[in-house]
């Protein structure tokens, strides 16, 4: 049999994923209720970071734990990664002490060279194209309250970047229709874009795109690796900061999700996560242990 990654949402189909989440919901309430479950007792999960983490190394390290495993973190400066090795050896090596990997890297070709010549499951925890696990958590997020998402309405505002292209893949998955406001020459993927068809639109215009939507995300303006373009993109991007009078304009259910981190005051009003019960931030962020730990139930042999 061989061996599955998770490197993008189209690696598996919408029935598995819709399967994840549920099986996220069940894994968040036996959490709940204090009982102990353990099917990835003596498994390890080795975890590459490239990138800076809060949420994505707490919530695999933790839930491999909690599903009774073990997780060892390595940074480049820890393995010689960080002295050129080359990625096809690193995977070969890891491959045969470990029974799982996550990356959190830059170049989305880190994770499909090293996924090419592993023997274990390689799961994407971040690359500049796909952060595939925050919008499983997304989903779930929304199931949780809303239900089903299929033939909903969902916004993206601001930059086309890593997670917009994600929630394109989303769309496709789910069946939801997506409307992305950006500005001019800061869309994302065009052949994503083009893969989606008419179930994806792109405008300039965050008012329209945000019009009856269910659900509305949004994302920093400046990510990792862009911080040179910093003024420039705080003054072309000061029209799509999402407040509470641009959510106004969606559907009255509407939900509001953000990655994290964010940058109060600049892609968000200074108090729409914490005051604005339309937010669901902090149950998103939660929802990543949980999706996650039935990512890893699914992927690591047992």
Request: aromatic share 6%; hydrophobic share 40%.
């Amino acid at each position: 049999m061989s061996v599955r990654h998770f490197l993008s949402l189209m690696d598996c189909t919408p029935q598995e994923l819709n399967t994840l989440i549920r099986r996220g919901i069940e894994l968040k309430e036996l959490r709940k209720r204090g009982d102990l479950f353990e099917p990835l007792k003596n498994r390890i999960l080795g975890m590459i970071f490239e990138k800076a983490s809060t949420r994505t190394r707490l919530s695999f390290e933790a839930g491999m734990i909690q599903l009774g495993g073990q997780a060892i973190f390595l940074s480049p400066r820890d393995s010689q990664l960080g002295r050129g090795e080359p990625l096809a050896d690193t995977a070969i090596v890891m491959s045969s002490m470990l029974d799982a990997v996550m990356i959190r890297t830059f170049s989305h070709s880190t994770l499909t060279t090293f996924a090419a010549h592993a023997q274990v499951p390689v799961i994407n925890g971040l690359s500049d194209d796909l952060h595939p696990c925050q919008v499983l958590a997304d989903m779930q997020t929304f199931y949780e309250l809303r239900g089903d998402i299929t033939s909903k309405t969902v916004a993206w505002v601001g930059d086309g970047n890593n997670m917009c292209n994600t929630y394109i893949e989303a769309a496709i998955q789910f069946g939801f229709q997506l409307n992305i406001a950006c500005p001019d020459g800061y869309g994302p993927n065009a052949a994503l874009m083009a893969k989606a068809g008419d179930r994806v639109h792109l405008m300039t215009d965050p008012k329209q795109a945000v019009a009856g939507a269910h659900l509305v995300s949004t994302d920093v303006w400046v990510s990792m690796g862009q911080e040179e373009e910093q003024k420039s993109r705080l003054a072309l991007f000061a029209p799509y900061q999402v407040n509470a009078e641009l959510l106004d304009l969606a559907h009255p259910d509407v939900l509001f999700m953000h990655c994290l981190p964010a940058h109060r005051g600049e892609e968000i009003s200074d108090t729409l996560i914490d005051e604005d019960p339309r937010s669901v931030v902090w149950t998103q962020a939660e929802n990543r242990l949980h999706v996650q730990k039935a990512l890893l139930e699914f992927l690591v042999p047992h």
